[in-house]
């Protein structure tokens, strides 16, 4: 079974930085793109970042544009997300996706909370 698990979440003040992690449980997946999705209390979810399959294309959310940054690991079958100057309207769920489309939403980890406190 293919399976998408996220790491690296955790309780961080504004202004600091967290890094997300996604591995992919199969060799399947260095052909898909990837990306990440989150979701805050009460609100739908929402796209954040995708990146291609070689990692030649990204796209971002315009609220976290200069903030996040997405990248594959070597062995294209992982993604990060580096989060640089959070905010506490970044706090929410954060949930990988995998799929043959930019933004992916084939596949779906099961989260990783991310919480900024102010």
């Known amino acids: 079974q293919v399976q998408l698990v996220e790491s690296g979440g955790g309780l961080v003040q504004a202004g600091g930085s967290l890094r997300l992690s996604c591995a992919a449980s199969?060799?399947?997946?260095?052909?898909?793109?990837m990306g990440w999705f989150r979701q805050a209390p009460g609100k739908e979810r929402e796209f954040v970042a995708a990146?291609?399959?070689?990692?030649?294309?990204?796209e971002y959310a315009d609220s976290v544009k200069g903030r996040f940054t997405i990248s594959r690991g070597s062995a294209q079958n992982s993604v990060y997300l580096q989060m640089d100057s959070l905010k506490p309207e970044d706090t929410a769920d954060y949930f990988c996706?995998?799929?043959?489309?930019?933004?992916?939403?084939?596949?779906w980890g099961k989260g990783t909370l991310v919480t900024v406190s102010s």
């Open positions: 996706a995998a799929g043959t489309e930019l933004p992916p939403n084939r596949y």
């Open positions: 199969a060799r399947t997946f260095v052909r898909y793109a």
């Open positions: 990146i291609s399959w070689n990692g030649g294309n990204t």
